[in-house]
């Protein structure tokens, strides 16, 4: 497997492959790799002749520097389960931050019709920034043709997809279905970091969003909110920070119902200190 840690010579290998028409697909990831990453990298390499796993953990998308520190860095791990799916298609580009940024670790500015406002945008200041400045420049390095994102961070799948978009990338940008464990959490590289009995209550977060789901049929988004966030008032060791049912095109919260529209229903919620997100289609 090869596994550079500097553009200039990750480029030339692209250039080889674009010189033969062959594709590439793309997999940006914070590395702490699991089973939810491995099922994009597959996805991607059953419609390409290569696919390219970024691992970088990102500065200027933490608006938390102790989140920063502590996200899990295993890169000598990661490679070895990359090696479990594919020895030869896969390319790791694991860069420094001075390769990305070049001396100037900050976010560039953006803006994608509102869509960067809403949710994580509202409880994570310059979140979107940072998210729109690496991918932006992981798309010029690694020039893919095809580029994967899972459906749980959906706001940022929207976002890429809005990217590529104002910015005539080149690229198809492919959302991929929530890779979940067998009690239904929702896989994550910070699930690494939760304690064994935060692990235990955490599948209620996922409980949770199905009944919502189940209630959306016949109750206001008003009513489905507030019951669940009553539900997380019993638990002691979750807490809530939003629920919100959103419009999946806008991101905006749903006021009143339409049946010519199409809705998710959005979470964060603290186990601890370790923040956890999730999203279900309701309909």
């Known amino acids: 497997m090869k596994i550079f840690h500097n553009k200039s010579e990750l480029s030339h290998l692209i250039d080889d492959f674009k010189a033969n028409n062959s594709t590439i697909g793309f997999v940006p990831t914070m590395g702490a790799l699991h089973d939810g990453h491995l099922s994009l990298v597959e996805k991607g390499l059953s419609e390409n002749a290569i696919v390219v796993v970024s691992i970088f953990v990102n500065p200027t998308q933490f608006d938390n520097q102790e989140d920063l520190v502590k996200y899990p860095r295993t890169l000598e791990t990661d490679v070895k389960l990359l090696k479990t799916v594919s ?74 997809k809005k990217l590529v978009e104002l910015y005539h990338i080149p690229v198809e940008v492919i959302g991929c279905p929530i890779h979940r464990a067998e009690d239904g959490l ?21 409980k949770t969003l199905n ?28 807490e809530l920070e939003y629920f919100i049912i959103a419009d999946t095109e806008t991101l905006k919260p749903v006021k009143r119902k339409s049946t010519k ?13 370790i923040r956890l997100i999730d999203n279900i289609a309701l309909n």
């Open 87 to 160: 020895n030869d298609k896969i390319v790791v580009y694991a860069p420094t931050v001075e390769d990305i940024y070049e001396g100037k670790v900050q976010s560039q500015s953006f803006k994608f019709d509102g869509l960067e406002n809403e949710m994580e945008g509202a409880f994570r200041d310059g979140h979107f920034d940072g998210v729109g400045t690496i991918v932006k420049r992981l798309f010029e390095i690694v020039r893919p043709n095809r580029a994967y994102f899972g459906e749980k961070d959906f706001q940022q799948l929207q976002i890429i």
């Open 186 to 206: 929702a896989m994550s590289s910070r699930n690494t970091r939760l304690t064994a009995d935060h692990r235990i209550a955490a599948p209620f977060i996922y």
């Open 211 to 238: 009944s919502a789901k189940t209630k959306f049929g016949t109750k206001s988004a008003k009513k489905v909110t507030e019951w669940v966030e009553k539900q997380f008032s019993k638990q002691p060791l979750l």
């Open 261 to 273: 529209k199409t809705y998710r229903a959005f979470i964060a919620v603290y186990a601890g200190d």
